[in-house]
């Protein structure tokens, strides 16, 4: 089931914020008056409580940094399944919480970073890709490699590899470097399966080009298309809890802390 944390995380910012100002405006001059002994209902205890702590999160939250978890394979071997990351807010520019309405320009996203974004079909569902191509880039891909603006991005043979699904099945594959044009990163290939080729396309202006790095494993731009700039969310830049359950160790210590390339 879909939920926005977001708006939950807002309202209920809200609501106790507006208790604990009409409790400082109205009413706790009404308890001094009383005496120290009148009882402070429930709701307001509460409020008071809570809403520092809920302010200091949404603001961090919306603006700074915010916690994702990672729900499938389509970024093996870079993201694993249960890897929480931390996803940078800012380094895109600032933008409202809620409706998500830019109002400080930053960098704009390049080439290889790990985005997360509101999935054009549907943007109440979160995605995340690695850029591949950005405005005015020219994309082919053709027998699972790459070509941007005409030139082959170079792939080297690591090993003999498994990429695990949701499900948690195994697939063996093929695990490349590949260099997009100085980001090398890992990517998972299944000689297998069909090369999903298209050729010659042009990313249009304030839009981009996301794939998996299980190519062969991964909905991204090769089946709904470009990315709109106002969708994207921010920049994955750290792996800060990653949870493999029993059959993987639990915890996996050796990917704590680890930064995303």
């Known amino acids: 089931m879909n939920f926005n944390f977001e708006l939950i995380l807002f309202y209920a910012t809200l609501l106790t914020g507006v208790i604990y100002l009409f409790d400082i405006l109205f009413f706790s001059k009404k308890r001094k008056k009383r005496g120290s002994h009148v ?28 916690p994702f978890r990672i729900p499938s394979g389509s970024l093996e071997p870079t993201l694993q399944i249960g890897d929480f990351i931390l996803v940078n807010k800012y380094d895109y520019g600032l933008r409202l919480p809620v409706v998500h309405k830019k109002v400080v320009n930053n960098h704009l996203p390049e080439r290889g970073d790990v985005v997360v974004f509101r999935w054009p079909p549907n943007p109440s569902f979160d995605f995340i890709k690695r ?26 043979y690591l090993k003999e590899s498994v990429a695990i699904d949701e499900a948690g099945n ?3 594959v093929i ?13 998972f290939i299944d000689a297998k399966s069909q090369s999903r080729d298209f050729k010659d396309i042009i990313v249009p202006p304030k839009q981009y080009l996301v794939m998996g790095d299980n190519r062969d494993f991964s909905a991204d731009s ?40």
């Open 131 to 156: 850029v591949i191509g950005i405005p005015g880039d020219k994309i082919s891909y053709i027998n699972k490699e790459l070509y941007v603006n005409g030139q082959k991005i170079p792939q080297t």
């Open 222 to 261: 090769r089946m709904w298309g470009f990315v709109p700039e106002e969708n994207i969310v921010g920049k994955g830049v750290m792996i800060w809890m990653s949870w493999g359950g029993s059959k993987h160790g639990w915890v996996r210590l050796n990917r704590l802390g680890k930064m995303i390339e």
């Open 170 to 172: 195994e697939s063996p």
């Open 39 to 66: 009882k402070v209902p429930m709701v307001i205890d509460y409020s008071r409580s809570f809403f520092p702590v809920l302010l200091l999160v949404f603001l961090l939250r919306a603006f700074l940094f915010e």
């Open 175 to 187: 695990e490349k470097e590949e260099n997009l044009l100085g980001v090398k990163h890992h990517i």
